[in-house]
């Protein structure tokens, strides 16, 4: 018998804001991401194993890094 599990992080996008980014310095339009990460059993999500992240990715040079919660809660 075979039992298959593991964990799985998904990316949400919560909302889109212009801004300057901190790695190009370009005013560009900004993806604020939310990433959760689940416990599988046979591929299915079960819950949560940490707390939820939040990211943002710039429009014009696709640079990735964590966002402020600040900017989250406004």
């Not at 310095?25 to 819950?47: D, G, M, N, S």
């Amino acid at each position: 018998m075979f039992v298959l599990f593991g964990l799985r992080s998904k990316d949400h996008v919560i909302g889109t804001r212009v801004m300057t980014c901190e790695i190009c310095h370009w005013e560009a339009p900004q993806q604020i991401l939310r990433r959760t990460t689940k416990f599988t059993l046979f591929f299915v999500p079960l819950f949560p194993v940490k707390p939820a992240s939040h990211y943002m990715v710039c429009g014009h040079c696709l640079g990735f890094r964590k966002a402020d919660p600040r900017l989250i809660a406004a």
